[in-house]
Each structure stands twice: as structure tokens, then as C-alpha cells.
């Protein structure tokens, strides 16, 4: 009888141990999973990490921003910024910890330092060709009497700037704070406006129209109100509208 408790007693522990075994293996078979292979791909499919462009452009800002780079790697975003910006990340090699961020005009004309819910310092150049393409409307396009809208400028939101403006006859409009634009009376008038990036600067003229009743461009409906607010950051697409003065 004490040979049959002994043998089975044996028999379990026998099977335990091959399910232990077992069991490190499965679990050491699937924590083996190629990290870099899969970080690779991510990055070639949405960074340039290579190649003409990629060599030309990190060349470029080492030129401006001249320091140690031993121990760091770009990643170039291989979607544009509003169509004009290059957003260049610098890593840390061992880590990965972001270094810096860059935005680079097309035309290689200005660059920019970027700061996470920072304004962006500019380290190089001059801003005349974002300038000659910076767009300003008024939304709404019309205003209802005694209905508020705003300037919206089309810049990437990281773009620090200052808009200023006044109306040419405010007793059918007025631009107030935040240049928000306040209609007062049926009738058109022009808003004068200036755009100024750093030191430079660029003068628009737009038409402010004011009805009895404002409507959109594709029914009946009466437009709402807009409202003079900065909105908008920058990411790995990176676009963004400034809405007013921020």
C-alpha cells in the first residue's frame, strides 16, 4: 500500500515538473518579439530616415544649430506643415528622449525651434516668404447686424504673431479685442489690417459686409457667431489655424 502512495506521489510530481517546463518555455518563446525590426517600420512609415532630402535637410540644421551629435539621431516627418514647414526631430540614442524639435521652410528661408505648448523661436532667417503666403478671411464671410466674427489668419498654429486692424467705417463695423470684428449696420466697409512675425511685417485690406440677415454659402440657416481665439498646435502633421491675436 505504501509503495502504490509513494509511486503515484512520484507519478505527480513527475508531471508538475513537466508542466513547469512547459510553461517557461511558452512564456520565454513569446517575450522574444523583435522591438527594433517593429520600431523601424513605424518610423519609415511616417519619417524620412534616409536618402537625399533626409541628408540635406539634417546637414542644414546642423549648420544652424552647430553642437555636439554623437549621441543623437533625426527623424524627418515626411508629411509638410500647412504645405511650407519640415518638422525635424532630434533623439537621444540610447534613451530616445526628444532632444529637439525644428520646423524648416521649404526654401530653406527661416527656421524655427519648437517648445511642446510653447510659441516657436525662430534661429534662422527671415519670415518674408511665410509672409507673401499668409492668407487672412473673415468668418463669417457675413456678418448679421449686431453679429460678432473674426479675422482667422492661416498660419501654423506653433507661429507666434501679432494682428492689428481697424475698419475704415465703424458705424457699420468695428474691430474690437481679439480683432474681433463687431457689426453695427447694414452696409460694406474695409478693415485694414497688419500682420507682424519678429520684425517684419505685411499690410492686408479686407471687405467686412454687414446684412440684415447673414447666411451660408449653401442654404438658409443664420451663421453663429465667431469668436476671437487662438486654437491650434503642432504635432506630427502639424497644422493648425490661428484664429485672432495669441
Not at 31 to 38: F, G, L, N, Q
Not at 118 to 147: F, M, W
Not at 204 to 217: D, I, L, P, Q
Request: hydrophobic letters at 40%; charged letters at 25%; proline letters at 2%.
Amino acid at each position: 500500500m505504501m509503495n502504490k502512495k509513494i509511486t503515484v506521489l512520484a507519478t505527480l510530481i513527475f508531471v508538475f515538473s513537466l508542466m513547469s517546463v512547459g510553461a517557461t518555455e511558452s512564456v520565454t518563446d513569446t517575450a522574444v518579439i523583435p522591438v527594433t525590426a517593429t520600431v523601424k517600420e513605424k518610423n519609415d512609415s511616417y519619417y524620412l530616415t534616409k536618402g537625399r532630402k533626409f541628408e540635406d535637410l539634417t546637414a542644414f540644421i546642423s549648420s544652424i544649430d552647430v553642437k555636439e551629435r554623437k549621441h543623437t539621431y533625426f527623424l524627418v516627418d515626411k508629411d509638410m506643415m500647412n504645405g511650407y514647414f519640415y518638422r525635424i526631430t532630434e533623439y537621444d540614442k540610447q534613451s530616445s528622449e526628444l532632444i529637439r524639435e525644428y520646423a524648416v521652410a521649404r526654401d530653406k528661408s527661416n527656421v524655427w525651434i519648437l517648445h511642446t505648448g510653447e510659441k516657436a523661436v525662430l534661429i534662422y532667417g527671415n519670415v518674408q516668404s511665410l509672409l507673401k503666403r499668409t492668407r487672412i478671411d473673415l468668418y463669417p464671410a457675413v456678418l448679421g447686424v449686431n453679429d460678432t466674427g473674426t479675422f482667422y489668419v492661416n498660419l501654423p498654429a506653433f507661429i507666434p504673431y501679432t494682428l492689428t486692424g481697424e475698419t475704415i467705417n465703424t458705424a457699420i463695423a468695428k474691430i474690437g479685442e481679439k480683432n474681433a470684428v463687431k457689426a453695427v449696420s447694414e452696409g460694406r466697409t474695409k478693415a485694414l489690417l497688419t500682420i507682424r512675425i519678429g520684425k517684419e511685417e505685411r499690410q492686408f485690406e479686407k471687405t467686412v459686409t454687414v446684412s440684415s440677415r447673414a447666411y451660408t454659402g449653401t442654404g438658409n440657416g443664420r451663421i453663429g457667431i465667431g469668436i476671437g481665439i487662438g486654437i491650434g498646435g503642432h504635432s506630427r502633421s502639424g497644422i493648425g489655424i490661428g484664429f485672432g491675436d495669441w
